[in-house]
């Protein structure tokens, strides 16, 4: 069986997670917990970055980060289906995965700036930089949220998997400040929600 290195809340897990479950592949990968902050931590040796998620193969071979976890599960799922082979399809689901996992990169740090730099020893316009990439990121979105359409049952692609954890980690973390100034990506959550149960199945409460 395939392993997950896992932690709950990582946004980039659930990225992968989403895409276990859309992917029918959720029952060949066992999802592990790690510990980040232990120096013997295995994941360390799996993946010298000593990050996550991490998935290790059943030969040993491990592959990050989430984007191409994704394109592995994709291979696996018999691929084409949360990554498009169309050129046009897929260059754009790629697209909007590097857009919005800025916005989670952005994220991430303002978190990490709260948790591990005493106020004293933060650095402003470092701060409103990342809250500046967030809020151009989620104007363009909003501007022209990606369309959620296709056959019953829903599968997402890349880009659509990104953008909701983008947004629910802004949910987490932020506590939903975005939600005023964004109705279309609110009522866009919405909606990939319901088609996409295992977005909720997946949410981690603040």
Known sequence: MMILRSSPASPFVRKVRIA?????????????????????????????????????????ATYFDSRVILEVLDHLAGGGRIVPTEPKARFAALRLQALCDGILDAGVLLVYENRYRPPDKHVQLWIDRQREKVARALAVLEAAPPPLDGVAPFVPDVGQIALACA?????????????????????????FAALVPSFDQTKVQP
């Not at 060949?28 to 790690?34: K, N, Q």
């Not at 506590?175 to 959550?189: C, F, I, N, Q």
């Open 20 to 60: 276990m479950a859309v992917l029918g592949l959720a029952d060949r990968i066992e999802i592990r917990d790690t510990d980040l902050n232990d120096p013997d931590e295995p994941v360390r040796a799996q993946n010298p970055l000593g990050k996550i998620p991490a998935l290790v193969m059943e030969d040993g």
């Open 167 to 191: 947004l629910g980690y802004q949910d987490l973390r932020f506590g939903g400040d975005w939600r005023a100034s964004y109705p279309k990506l609110v009522a866009w959550l919405d909606r």
